[in-house]
Nanobody, 124 residues
Framework: QVQLVESGGGLVQPGGSLRLSCKAS????????IGWFRRAPGKMREGIAC????????YYADSVKGRFTVSRDNAKNTVYLQMNTLKPEDTAVYYC?????????????????WGQGTQVTVSS
């Protein structure tokens, strides 16, 4: 059974940093990608980053480009979202999600499986 488990959310001051983790289990091949999405209060869900597990290619939304970095550690079956220079408008529930058939990434991932979500609050 494939599963995604997230961790790393919390409260951080504006300008601070936070790293989210998404641990995948149950995958038998590496032709999938992991995407990060967020939903802020009163707003629609936004896809912000995606990374290929096979070749590490990635995509970023304009709203986070230059501040957020997505990476993978295939030995640990874990994908990370490093978030720097955080702003109050980054406050949201963050979700990782798996795209089951995306061996290389040139655009935002589709979603076949969601993680449980983790709250990120940026506030002084």
């Amino acid at each position: 059974q494939v599963q995604l488990v997230e961790s790393g959310g919390g409260l951080v001051q504006p300008g601070g940093s936070l790293r989210l983790s998404c641990k995948a289990s149950g995958f038998t091949a590496d032709n999938y990608a992991i995407g990060w999405f967020r939903r802020a209060p009163g707003k629609m869900r936004e896809g912000i980053a995606c990374i290929s597990i096979r070749d590490g290619s990635s995509y970023y939304a304009d709203s986070v480009k230059g501040r957020f970095t997505v990476s993978r550690d295939n030995a640990k079956n874990t994908v990370y979202l490093q978030m720097n220079t955080l702003k109050p408008e980054d406050t949201a529930v963050y979700y990782c999600a798996a795209d089951f058939s995306r061996p290389t990434v040139q655009k935002m991932c589709s979603v076949n499986l969601w993680g449980q979500g983790t709250q990120v609050t940026v506030s002084s």
